[in-house]
T-cell receptor, first 116, second 112 residues
Framework: GAVVSQHPSWVICKSGTSVKIECRSL??????MFWYRQFPKQSLMLMAT?????????EQGVEKDKFLINHASLTLSTLTVTSAHPEDSSFYIC????????????FGPGTRLTVL | DAKTTQPTSMDCAEGRAANLPCNHS???????VYWYRQIHSQGPQYIIH???NNETNEMASLIITEDRKSSTLILPHATLRDTAVYYC?????????????FGQGTELSVKP
């Protein structure tokens, strides 16, 4: 299957700082990218959907000013957690899909964020 | 949204077939059923998807009932590496082909 990478794989930051997570599709052009968050022992929760060159669409309850998403190219999307707090500590997973509506959606390996 | 219901956990003996059920009684005619799995602390891995016909690939088989209200994922010869949380998902329609909304999944433990 296609490869989606994330960087960094883990990050520790101080409360109040901002953290940027990158998501790249390595061998295909991702027309749509998704960002999920997963707390321990819980399922994945969709945060937002982004299409290349367009503003992201956020799920209900997700603060768009806190979780900034940029999908500037067909191979790169970034998630910036602004003014991070300990409750933002979580496993962030991106996903990417190319083209047609029912094509496979591939997931990255995830980024573990710990806010002290 | 078509929601799915899966057992919380299942055990399977190594080498035997693992049959994971999923109910999706409110599925619409144009919604596909997807299966992913997540091994601890990794991103989900695509397994298989289908609309109404049974599907098979190198990883698994997907059996969808004629009324499409339920399906079963079959891992024909489970190994210890198949221990994971398995998610049955009905794709939510929308712009650009919709999105995958994850439920709680089934935690499959393959035992020696």
């Amino acid at each position: 299957g296609a490869v989606v990478s994330q960087h960094p794989s883990w990050v520790i930051c101080k409360s109040g700082t901002s953290v940027k997570i990158e998501c790249r599709s390595l061998d295909f052009q991702a027309t749509t990218m998704f960002w999920y968050r997963q707390f321990p022992k819980q399922s994945l929760m969709l945060m937002a959907t982004s299409n290349e060159g367009s503003k992201a669409t956020y799920e209900q309850g997700v603060e768009k000013d806190k979780f900034l998403i940029n999908h500037a190219s067909l191979t790169l999307s970034t998630l910036t957690v602004t003014s991070a707090h300990p409750e933002d500590s979580s496993f962030y997973i991106c996903s990417a899909r190319w083209g047609g509506s029912y094509n496979e959606q591939f997931f990255g390996p995830g980024t573990r964020l710990t806010v002290l | 949204d078509a929601k799915t219901t899966q057992p919380t956990s299942m055990d399977c003996a190594e080498g035997r077939a693992a049959n994971l059920p999923c109910n999706h009684s409110t599925i619409s005619g144009n919604e596909y059923v997807y299966w992913y799995r997540q091994i601890h602390s990794q991103g989900p891995q695509y397994i298989i998807h289908g609309l109404k016909n049974n599907e098979t690939n190198e990883m698994a088989s997907l059996i969808i009932t004629e009324d499409r209200k339920s399906s079963t994922l079959i891992l024909p010869h489970a190994t210890l590496r198949d221990t994971a949380v398995y998610y049955c998902i009905v794709r939510v329609p929308g712009n650009q082909g919709g999105k995958l909304i994850f439920g709680q999944g089934t935690e499959l433990s393959v035992k020696p």
